[in-house]
């Protein structure tokens, strides 16, 4: 996967969990939980979703750096970026 | 084959757990004693009438786009639209003493409104209270030590009057501590039914039913439906195995129970140590509806829901009598604002009941006995509320014993026992208990039970 790509997959499970939110507005260095109202459930399922579609776990101790996108994407990256995208 | 979960009741806390775990590809089975699910809040038809079992109106109501809110939160915990709950809002509630009465509506400021005008030395304390319980953290997980509800609002409200009305409700609606509740739990029930205020979906309780139901069996939940468990085998401070009703045996890895928890422990086998200490609940209800032939705002019933008392003093635990006529809740389901009218008049009625009164009765008597007590209680019911006797086109009634054999409850108790588990821990590493008895009660508190007991002992592991 690409950066590009991985961003992608965080929109997808974003847009799965709250799927009311305008998703496209968010920008990259803005923190996730005031741009779209998420709490400490909507990160566990954040969580669970990247365990569910790829396989990867996210220990609790981590999870500071689901915080912003470009982080999301910084963290997952090395995590992803082997992973072929299904097609 | 071992299950991830297995969750014990397919009422609305073991649907949302199973409906969580399912939608993380965990595989998980719900059995179910009965043939119906919903539990507690259920639905059954005489007549070609389907008339729900649990369903005044569900508390809580927060419009579409609120993620934080409890309603919100079940809704994108179980990947729920709001549109698809179809939430019709109540009009008018009221609270009806001797002296005084007090309505609200989903906006509280009519509440606080009503209060300043009916209780102006109070309003100043009322609002102190207010600041109280919007600050309080009354989800915390953590069991601590009971604080009075009671002594709470003393400190803030002088006039027992008014204590006694803001009771009423929230009792009726949630509590399992006779004559006062413990205040996170009157915290909770606050928000639910004044600050956020009722609806109720368009289709009832088999509706929303339904639709848990589905969801669950897309996602790949098992349910087995008219099998209960009928004992947990113990081994080593874990649970290893579930016997059921039929004598056939099942392992999971976790076990999630929504039958009660002392009923959970009276499963286990060996007896637990702990089964002496636990006291069952005392609080139940009976209930009659009344089918009419008009609807309730033409013969003068004109609120979504009342709760009367006929003294001053309102008294909440088990009666030394039958039914207690003296105080009740009366339930308007037509007095909610639905897209189509229903097709007909319905009133309901709840009083406080005395679960060992119904329970000795033998059974000759029964029907004759609930008969009376209806009677009774219609008859004080009409010192204060217009006579409808006449417009009653089919009634029924169920007593703390109906409730008992369809829910598995001792004592028909609605709201468990007065002592909750809030973690939902059990004596047994992998056995937890989740709805009535772990603290969240009423239907959205039930379901939201299921979904935060799901995600801290199987999810977050
Ligand atoms: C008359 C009445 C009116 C109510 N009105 C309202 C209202 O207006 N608004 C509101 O919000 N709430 C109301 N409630 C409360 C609400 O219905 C409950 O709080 C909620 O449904 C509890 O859900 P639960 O999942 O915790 O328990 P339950 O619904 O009791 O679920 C437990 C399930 O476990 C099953 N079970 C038990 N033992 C076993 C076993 N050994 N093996 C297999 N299965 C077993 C039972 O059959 C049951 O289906 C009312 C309740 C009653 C009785």
């Known amino acids: 996967m690409t950066k590009e790509q991985v961003r992608q997959a965080i929109l997808d499970i974003l847009t799965e969990i709250a799927p009311d939110e305008d998703i496209h507005s968010i920008s990259d260095d803005g923190n996730l939980r005031d741009q779209i109202d998420l709490d400490s459930m909507d990160f566990l399922d954040i969580v669970m979703e990247l365990r569910k579609r790829f396989n990867i776990e996210v220990p609790e101790k981590d999870y500071e750096f689901l915080a912003t996108m470009s982080s999301c994407v910084n963290y997952l990256f090395p995590l992803l970026g082997d992973r072929k995208l299904a097609s | 084959m071992v299950y991830d979960a297995i969750i014990i009741g397919a009422g609305l806390s073991g649907l949302a757990g199973g ?142 009057l008014l204590i006694d009305m803001l009771f009423c409700p929230l009792a009726y609606y949630g509590s399992a501590r006779e004559q006062d509740m413990d205040f996170y739990q009157f915290v909770i029930m606050f928000k639910s039914v004044f600050v956020e205020g009722f609806s109720k979906p368009e289709g009832g309780m088999n509706y929303i039913l339904n639709l848990m139901v589905e969801k669950y069996r897309r996602l790949g939940g098992e349910m087995q439906m008219g099998n209960g468990v009928k004992s947990i085998r113990t081994q080593n401070g874990k649970a290893v195995g579930l016997v059921l009703d039929d004598d056939s045996e099942l392992q999971a890895k976790t076990i999630l129970s929504s039958a009660g928890y002392l009923e959970t422990l009276r499963l286990c086998d060996p007896a637990p140590a702990e089964l002496k200490e636990v006291k069952a609940g005392q609080m139940t209800f009976m209930e009659s509806i009344f089918v009419l032939d008009q609807l309730p705002k033409d013969l003068g019933y004109d609120q979504s829901i009342v709760f009367f008392s006929l003294n001053s003093k309102f008294q909440y635990r088990s009666p030394k009598i039958p039914i207690d006529p003296d105080s009740g809740v009366l339930c308007c389901p037509n007095n909610f604002q639905y897209p189509s009218p229903l097709p007909e008049g319905i009133l309901r009625l709840t009083h406080q009941a005395n679960y060992d009164y119904w329970n000795e009765l033998p059974r000759k008597d029964y029907i004759a006995a609930k008969k009376e007590q209806r009677a009774q209680a219609l008859e004080k019911l009409f010192k204060i509320f217009p006579n409808f006797s006449e417009s009653v086109v089919f009634l029924d009634s169920f007593t703390p014993k109906t409730i008992e054999k369809y829910t598995g409850h001792l004592n028909g108790a609605v709201y468990g026992a007065p002592e909750k588990s809030k973690n939902g821990q059990t004596p047994y590493e992998n056995l937890f208990i989740c709805g009535t008895d772990q603290g969240f009660l009423g239907i959205i508190g039930a379901t939201l039970s299921g979904i935060s007991m799901a995600n801290l002992h199987i999810l977050k592991n």
């Open chain 2, 19 to 160: 409906i969580r775990l399912a939608l993380f590809d965990k595989k998980v089975l719900i059995v179910e004693k009965h043939t119906v699910v919903g539990g507690l809040n259920s639905f059954y038809t005489r007549k070609s009438r389907t008339f729900d079992v649990g369903l005044h109106a569900m508390t809580n109501y927060s419009p579409a786009g609120q993620r934080r809110s409890p309603l919100g939160k079940l809704l994108k915990q179980l990947r729920f639209r709001h549109e698809e709950f179809r939430l019709c809002q109540q009009e008018t509630s009221e609270i009806r003493f001797p002296e005084k009465s007090l309505h609200f509506n989903n906006d509280f400021e009519y509440l606080k409104q009503e209060i300043a005008e009916q209780f102006p030395d109070q309003i100043d304390g009322f609002l102190k209270l207010l600041e109280k319980i919007e600050n309080y953290d009354e989800l915390s997980l953590v069991n601590n030590a009971p604080v009075s509800a009671k002594d709470v609002m003393s400190e803030y409200l002088s006039d027992p």
